[in-house]
């Protein structure tokens, strides 16, 4: 996912002109900043990249997910159902606005599992929130339909899969909001940063607020401006959006380069006839980040990986399984509630019962899935070689199973 792969001239040109004026704050400074305003500028690049009416830039992921889902409205007691394989900071999120997040199992898109989503519906549900994960998405006609059946919000968690797109659309821009971040390791980065896109007005006024102490910013006079409600500082500077320009102008560049990488990578696992390949959902074009895939067993999947690692060759391919960022399993600190202050009662009631949550369906999909990262920087030679080192250490495992099974 490595926009920081190819950080260049381009970068530091942008960066120099923030440098040079030395205004390293988005707003105001109007005549000091010599017609240098590199977020208004990322917000529209997004605006056009994307196809979405309004982007708000915010100073990560993160910080994105907390102001989209204030100017939501979602809050206290609201229910929000996201998936048990995703990155801790969706959770975060939904704390940090006292909401409850109500984690469900994925299926083989390894993102939300529809049924398991209507399953979960109770009358405190106000959103349900797909993490497309590793570049590829949730089945998003199957949610807009229960979206629309129990008056619920779609929000899309897209930080990982920017330039992935569904029917034509990309990712982040279909339902009522979306979400990047251009953290260090996302597809473009900004060294940090996020952003909140949507095709509703009402919805980006508030964002704009939000991130920004509630700041009307109608008047000329920073000072002066109003404050229709209360907000936090969730800034973007003008130094990371600089970067961030510089990056989204090569994300087709980057995009195609992902695409030929991982089709010659996929091409070599796909010769093994026990993997199978994450199920993209129909319309769906994956933006290639990872090549997810799987194993027939567990046990095979976890002597994989440890053959992976005794041949030094396990860098780059990552499973989730045991992973302590991505997925319910090791997530102790959430399901003990472990937190330096209060929650409110119902959000620790909710963590708490995660300890005895049935994710077993999520278990039998992660148990079997690795992650392959897909590199920018690869030659064809390297792919090969990797490639071939992948498939013999697989073969290896495979055959010693079948000899067991035997
Ligand atoms: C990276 C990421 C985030 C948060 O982004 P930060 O910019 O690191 O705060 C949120 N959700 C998912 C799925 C992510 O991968």
Redesign the pocket.
Known sequence: MPGFEFFGDEERKELNDVLESGILMRYGFDAARKGHWKAVELEKEICSTFGCNYAQLTS??????TTVMGALGIGYGDEVIMPSF??V??FE?VLSVGAIPVLVDVDETLTLNPDAVRAAITPQTKCIMP???CGSMADLDALKEICAEYKLLLLE?A??SIGGMYKGKALGTIGDAG?F???F??TITCG???VVMTNSKDVYIKCDGYTDHGHDHLGVDRGADLHPFIGYNFRISELHAAVGLAQIRKLDQFLAIQKKNYTQLKNMLAEIPEISFRVIPEGGEDSCTFISWFLPTEAITKAVVAELKSQGILAGNFYWFDNNWHYIRKWDHLKNSTTLNSLNPLQRGALLKLQTTDFSASDAIMGRCISTAISLGWTEEQIKDKGEKMVAAIQKILSEYAVIAA
């Open positions: 990560s992921g993160t910080s994105a997910l995703t990155f900071a969706s999120a993490v497309h994960m968690d930080c990982q979400t971040s251009f953290d390791v996302k940090e940063g996020g």
